[in-house]
Nanobody
Framework: QVQLVESGGGLVQAGGSLRLSCAASGRTFSSYAMGWFRQAPGKERELIAAINWSGGTTYSADSVKGRFTISRDNAKNTVYLQMNSLKPEDTAVYYC?????????????????WGQGTQVTVSS
């Protein structure tokens, strides 16, 4: 069992930055790939970034490429999402998720554990 707790969301003006953190419980964090998803009202949950167990392989959705960076610190059982140049369309609830696999998956259904989500609101 893995418990995930996100933090770092909030209200920011367009063009600003936020860093989300996701702290994981348990002693096997390094055996999980991790993903950041977001869900805006009336829209499906979408993967925006993922990282494999070592941090050596990452994925970014086209909508955030060049603006968002995913990273992890296995010693701290934490995965991060650095979000720069934020836009109003980035407004959503952001979730981290853990996948019991060394490799990345892009579909929400593949992930085994989810955090409760953190709200990010970008004002214009």
């Amino acid at each position: 069992q893995v418990q995930l707790v996100e933090s770092g969301g909030g209200l920011v003006q367009a063009g600003g930055s936020l860093r989300l953190s996701c702290a994981a419980s348990g002693r096997t964090f390094s055996s999980y790939a991790m993903g950041w998803f977001r869900q805006a009202p009336g829209k499906e949950r979408e993967l925006i970034a993922a990282i494999n167990w070592s941090g050596g392989t990452t994925y970014s959705a086209d909508s955030v490429k060049g603006r968002f960076t995913i990273s992890r610190d296995n010693a701290k059982n934490t995965v991060y999402l650095q979000m720069n140049s934020l836009k109003p369309e980035d407004t959503a609830v952001y979730y981290c998720a853990a996948l019991k696999s060394y490799g990345i998956a892009t579909t929400p259904g593949a992930y085994n554990y989810w955090g409760q989500g953190t709200q990010v609101t970008v004002s214009s």
